[in-house]
């Protein structure tokens, strides 16, 4: 045990094994879904050694979207993490803020060791919750006879083991600035798409092959659709948000030129054995 005390689903081993963290029982939404860890990518990635311990904060992509995960590795190795969704991960910086200036009121107050004599039973100074979706986290600000940490706990409404990590209180400022320069790099938004996105479709027209892909990156989903010629390519990019208006405007010219009696029908199309447009 870590020295403020760490999560109930401490592991050992070091931060790259992959096959222990992916793999813990603490796996929840963000990387729920077949072959996740497959598609999962790591953005980004910041540690941080405070006490004894160190926190690994990595932004992670999967295909239901971006996520925080924050990692918590005792001095004996043993390791705890949460998930954080991007705009949950702003609320606690914002929380980590309060809690910092309250501790700070504490250490004025009382210079010094901790005195547990006055605490409460439960050792709780200030607490805070945050809901996003079926999660809820429980900020606790605590102290005991090793010092003030603040806990962070992850719970799922559907059931499951509960996460927790421990923040050392003296750390809360440098946790929380690291935690800003990752959002203000990826942003603090969670209006993606957060299923599977469509595969891509093909479609060939004499001489000429167009591609239809979805993709998705920080401003959200968009198509990109492709004309390959020979060696020569090019291509434009629709933001999901005009879908309808473009589909709109594409029939609009569709009905106009079926009225036309010189109209040339779509015989010569001939679509691709996979992923063809029907």
Known sequence: MSDLGSGDDGMSGSKYNASNMEGSSSRNDFESGKASSAVEQELATKMLQIQSKRFYLDVKQNRRGRFIKVAEIGADGRRSQIYLALSTAAEFRDHLSSFSDYYASL?????????????????????????????????????NARGRFLRVSQTIT??????????????????????????????????????????????????????????????????????????????????????????????????????????????????STANSLK
Not at 114 to 128: A, M, R
Not at 198 to 213: L, S
């Open 158 to 271: 559907r059931g499951g083991p509960r996460s927790q990590i421990a923040l050392p209180a003296q750390g809360m400022i440098e946790f929380r600035d690291a935690l800003t320069d990752l959002l203000e790099e990826f942003g603090a938004n969670d209006t993606g798409f957060k299923g599977d996105l469509p595969e891509e479709r093909h479609m060939k027209v004499d001489n000429k092959n167009f591609y239809f892909d979805i993709g998705q990156n920080n401003r959200g989903v968009y198509m990109r659709i492709s004309e390959v010629k020979n060696n020569f390519r090019t291509s434009i990019t629709i933001p999901e948000k005009c879908w309808l208006r473009f589909r709109d405007i594409f029939n609009d010219y569709c009905d106009k030129i079926k009225k036309s009696p010189d109209a040339n029908t779509a015989d010569n199309i001939v679509p």
């Open 107 to 143: 250490v004025n107050r009382n210079a010094g060791p901790p005195n547990t004599d006055n605490l409460p039973e439960d050792g709780k100074l200030k607490s805070e919750m945050m809901i996003k979706d079926n999660r809820r986290y429980y900020l606790d600000l605590k102290e």
